[in-house]
T-cell receptor, first 113, second 112 residues
Framework: DAMVIQNPRYQVTQFGKPVTLSCSQTLNHNVMYWYQQKSSQAPKLLFHYYDKDFNNEADTPDNFQSRRPNTSFCFLDIRSPGLGDAAMYLC????????????FGPGTRLTVT | GQNIDQPTEMTATEGAIVQINCTYQTSGFNGLFWYQQHAGEAPTFLSYNVLDGLEEKGRFSSFLSRSKGYSYLLLKELQMKDSASYLCAVRDSGGGADGLTFGKGTHLIIQP
């Protein structure tokens, strides 16, 4: 039944050690988003893909990269995680660029030691 | 840029009605959304307003006034399971970015 799947649910990485978070969807949606949500804060959009077109938010640090090898999968790569990157990372999808509903995955909670 | 304000926390009683307000200042506007988020879980969609007025959906209603930059979420017949954070989010009409800008959320506590 799961429509947007994120693995792993919990990830621990060391300071400076690259880490990849994964998102997959069974909805065949065109658009996939990555949000960062720190404790007690709002989700913040990092970037999104419309099909293969990548759209980066202006204030997303270069340390954050994304890949979308096909419609179903999207990855978030953090090249050199810092302590400030500890957060919940949420993947979301929508059926078209102006669709009013975004479907969120359960999130991956990243801890940086 | 976008600025979205909503109260940090509210408390209400089971069976009662609660209204959660949201104000926004945006450079563009293409819809306002309300999401519910239980602790440690993903946000789930509740409602969408793009035109002024009230949208009703079961126990939940959402209102929008674009001229005032104001929305509210109304929850009726409150249940204990409604204890959660409620996130107001705005879609900017400008550019190719179509993600949402979220407020910090209102933590709603339901008391018996």
């Amino acid at each position: 039944d799961a429509m947007v799947i994120q693995n792993p649910r919990y990830q621990v990485t060391q300071f400076g050690k690259p880490v990849t978070l994964s998102c997959s969807q069974t909805l065949n949606h065109n658009v996939m988003y990555w949000y960062q949500q720190k404790s007690s804060q709002a989700p913040k959009l990092l970037f999104h893909y419309y099909d293969k077109d990548f759209n980066n938010e202006a204030d997303t640090p270069d340390n954050f990269q994304s890949r979308r090898p096909n419609t179903s999968f999207c990855f978030l790569d953090i090249r050199s995680p810092g302590l400030g990157d500890a957060a919940m990372y949420l993947c979301a999808t929508s059926g078209q660029l102006s669709s009013y509903e975004q479907y969120f995955g359960p999130g991956t909670r990243l801890t940086v030691t | 840029g976008q600025n979205i304000d909503q109260p940090t926390e509210m408390t209400a009683t089971e069976g009662a009605i609660v209204q959660i307000n949201c104000t926004y200042q945006t450079s563009g506007f293409n819809g306002l959304f309300w999401y519910q988020q239980h602790a440690g879980e993903a946000p789930t969609f509740l409602s969408y307003n793009v035109l002024d007025g009230l949208e009703e959906k079961g126990r939940f209603s959402s209102f929008l006034s674009r001229s005032k930059g104001y929305s509210y979420l109304l929850l009726k017949e409150l249940q204990m399971k409604d204890s959660a954070s409620y996130l107001c989010a705005v879609r900017d009409s400008g550019g190719g970015a179509d993600g949402l800008t979220f407020g910090k959320g209102t933590h709603l506590i339901i008391q018996p």
